[in-house]
């Protein structure tokens, strides 16, 4: 015999990138299911996918997760563990400030701090922080008006950026990465779409090196989650502001 169902609440959230508005609903047992097994897991890529899954489970537009940029996921991923479970996490935050710690001797030697202490932060206070410096379009040559567009990194194309530190991967490739990211290249007239990728390897590696560094440093300036927390260690009172970043720093 076919069971009832029981309604659940929906939501309407901004996408922080696009300002498109979508409908969420929270997480139901599938979905914490979904999220437990992937920290018993525990590898990046476990906790990556469960984020992903529950995303696609409990929105209802037509919204393609794995084309959707990195800050619109976590961000989505905020509202729904928010609108889920309410908006207060336990995070724990090691002191590292150096104390004076008297021996059994008596002499006093210098020591972190190391004790753990334990915080209810508000995921309300949140915020999606876009640098002053973020900006799509990188203008290469003001003169001729050449430039590119870069496209913001989704969840599975920030993983590659991995590789730009990876030792175990050739110069070669580690130099291409960016060629995934370049959405399309312009001049005063025309804006070119329809290139090989070899035609975009050849335009990247003519660059000079200031140029490139601009290509690089965009990634550097991708929106981000953020939040000031003031920290006060329970045992030594010493007090300090730290900023937070990126979604997993916000989870508990
Ligand atoms: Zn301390």
Do not use: W
């Not at 393609?64 to 729904?80: G, K, P, W």
């Not at 430039?147 to 969840?155: F, H, L, Q, W």
């Not at 291409?176 to 804006?191: A, R």
């Amino acid at each position: 015999m076919t069971l009832p169902k029981v309604t659940t609440p929906t939501f309407k959230i901004k996408l922080p990138t696009s300002g498109k508005e979508i409908k969420l609903r929270p997480f139901l047992v599938k979905e914490e299911k979904i999220i437990m097994l992937a920290v018993q897991a525990g590898g990046p890529d476990d906790i990556l996918n469960a984020i992903k899954d529950v995303i696609r489970n409990c929105t209802f537009d037509d919204i393609d997760v794995d084309t959707l940029s990195t800050i619109d996921i976590e961000y989505i991923f905020l509202r729904l563990r928010i609108m889920s479970r309410g908006s207060l996490v336990n995070l724990q935050f090691k002191c590292n400030h150096v104390i004076k710690e008297k021996q059994p001797d008596g002499r006093e030697i210098d020591t972190e701090c190391g004790h753990i202490t334990k915080l209810d932060f508000d995921l309300e206070t949140v915020e999606v922080k876009v640098p002053d410096e973020y900006n799509t379009t990188i203008v290469l040559d003001k003169k001729q008006n050449i430039g590119v567009v870069m496209k913001p990194p989704t969840y599975s194309s920030f993983y590659k950026l991995r590789d730009l530190v990876d030792e175990t991967k050739s110069i070669a490739d580690r130099y291409d990465i960016f060629l995934d990211f370049i959405d399309y290249v312009f001049d005063g007239t025309t804006i070119y779409k329809d290139f090989t990728r070899e035609e975009l390897k050849d335009f990247i590696e003519s660059l000079s090196n200031e140029n490139y560094a601009k290509i690089k440093n965009f990634f550097n300036t991708l929106p981000k989650l953020s939040a000031k927390l003031h920290i006060c260690c329970s045992k030594c009172k010493n007090q300090s502001d730290i900023t937070l970043e990126g979604l997993q720093n916000f989870l508990d």
